[in-house]
């Protein structure tokens, strides 16, 4: 292949900058018009959007995401109605579109009412934040987040965020399909990549909003619970061998508040397939924890996000990342990265997914193999000192997907078909590699969440 591979992903980036009114406010999901595209793949995607965020940010055109953090803004305020009802404030669109019409142009947002499944998105809002917080900090320009509408737009997240729950977890409930696996997959309940992005979101809120005598119990209560959380998510969550072996000699049915198996979980329900796969040094956090439950698939969003986030102590991140070095054939395979491992099948597949036809094992978001996860692990791995497992994931990639047509995702145990429904051409592919590239250049993570410091006295009251 002669064509280099961050100048393909450019040209792909430019022509899927999206304008309105003149001004540039996002980028499409994807361009290819040679596969059956999802009828909203023409959107701009909240999620999605955040490499394409990065990679501007880093080459000094902010004003795009300026007017991307203005718009989903100003669509909160606008438009939340679903099913009849009208959302929480604080519920932030997965994506939106731009409508000519008579009149001229205006913004349509999709807060889950036209999506598969109709379910509201939990991760948007958190991405939002985030970004934010990124904008912030790469342009200086504090006023844009101190503006009155963003401030209450942060309040508003926090207290949809951390209101009083029948939960007694410091964890965030959410159903299935509220983030990025958004089809039903035995994810409801408290998902590791919500936790991840939960405890992102809180220490961003805390550095972005400004104390007052009326939001400081609301502050206090963000880094209580963030505290809580990190803590509760590294001891509960944490899987390495010992700790395995700990859960196989579990006693259940304990009650009380010295019970060591607190969410009563049974021995039985750990599954055959981890025994001879779990490596001796290595470590991971789980899919999900609840009462009675643990889910014990291996998911790369949450664990990543977890390194970058500091949500995961150093030695954590270490174990994580060896995990990928001992097991890459399984979750890099040829072509990074998995979403998460392994993949359901048989009645497992039939009774989690509901028979979901795209997600066949090993496919979409039941094992398949997303290009756009790249820059996370990446990041994640500079940031732990790996930096030769980020160049090694880094040229698998480049080396094929200008090649494949930029697919969504790929299919199989290693990764070696490109996905039998997966769009071409596809923006946060391209903008992955990318931002992936610019990491590697420049030896150091992205900044996605400030460094912690102690509250502020006008918070802490």
Request: charged content about 25%.
């Amino acid at each position: 292949m002669n064509e280099n591979p961050i100048n393909s992903a450019y040209q792909i980036l430019d022509d899927a900058v999206m304008q309105y009114r003149g001004r540039p406010v996002g980028t499409v999901a994807a361009l290819s018009a040679k596969a059956v595209a999802a009828a909203n793949y023409e959107e701009c995607f909240v999620r999605d959007f955040v490499p394409s965020a990065l990679v501007f940010l880093h080459d000094g055109k902010p004003e795009i995401v300026r007017n991307f953090l203005e718009a989903v803004l100003e669509l909160r305020v606008s438009e939340r109605k679903m099913a009849g009802h009208e959302l929480q404030p604080g519920v932030m669109p997965a994506s939106f579109r731009v409508i000519h019409t008579e009149d001229g142009e205006r913004l349509m947002a999709d807060f889950g009412e036209r999506a598969i499944g109709r379910v509201a998105p939990v991760d948007s809002m958190m991405w939002w934040m985030i970004l934010l917080g990124a904008y912030v900090r790469a342009t200086g320009d504090r006023e844009l987040a101190e503006r009155p509408a963003f401030q209450r737009c942060i309040e508003q997240i926090l207290h949809l965020c951390l209101r009083d729950t029948f939960e007694v977890f410091p964890t965030l409930l959410v159903p299935d399909g509220a983030f990025m696996i958004d089809r039903r997959m035995g994810v409801y309940g408290h998902p590791l990549e919500i936790q991840a992005l939960f405890f992102g979101m809180l220490q961003v809120a805390e550095s972005l909003l400004v104390p007052t005598d009326t939001n400081r119990d609301l502050l206090r209560t963000a880094t209580s619970r963030r505290n809580a959380l990190r803590t509760y998510v590294r001891i509960y969550y944490w899987l390495d061998l010992d700790r395995l072996n700990e859960i196989h000699r579990f006693r259940t049915e304990e009650f009380g508040a010295e019970s060591i198996n607190m969410l009563n979980i049974y021995p039985e329900s750990i599954p055959d397939w981890i025994e001879g796969w779990f490596p001796e040094t290595s470590g991971y956090f789980v899919g999900n924890l609840g009462p009675g439950r643990m889910d014990f698939r291996f998911f790369s969003v949450g664990n990543l996000l977890a390194i970058l986030f500091d949500l995961a102590t150093p030695e954590q991140a270490r174990g994580i990342l060896d995990l990928y070095v001992k097991r890459w054939d399984d979750l890099m395979g040829n072509m990074p990265l998995k979403i998460c491992y392994p993949a359901l099948e048989g009645k497992e597949w039939l009774l989690f997914t509901g028979c979901d036809p795209k997600n066949v094992p090993w496919s979409y978001h039941n094992g398949g193999s997303w290009p756009a996860l790249l820059w996370m692990f990446v990041a994640a791995a500079l940031k732990a000192g790996r930096r030769e497992l980020a160049d090694w994931a880094y040229d698998l990639a480049a080396r094929q997907l200008p090649g494949d047509g930029w697919p969504e995702y790929y299919d199989g145990r290693t990764a070696r078909l490109v996905g039998r429904r997966a769009n071409l051409d596809q923006v946060w592919s391209a903008t992955s590699l990318i931002v992936s590239h610019q990491l590697l250049e420049s030896g150091e993570a992205p900044l996605l969440v400030p460094e912690e410091t102690a509250p502020s006295e006008q918070a802490a009251g």
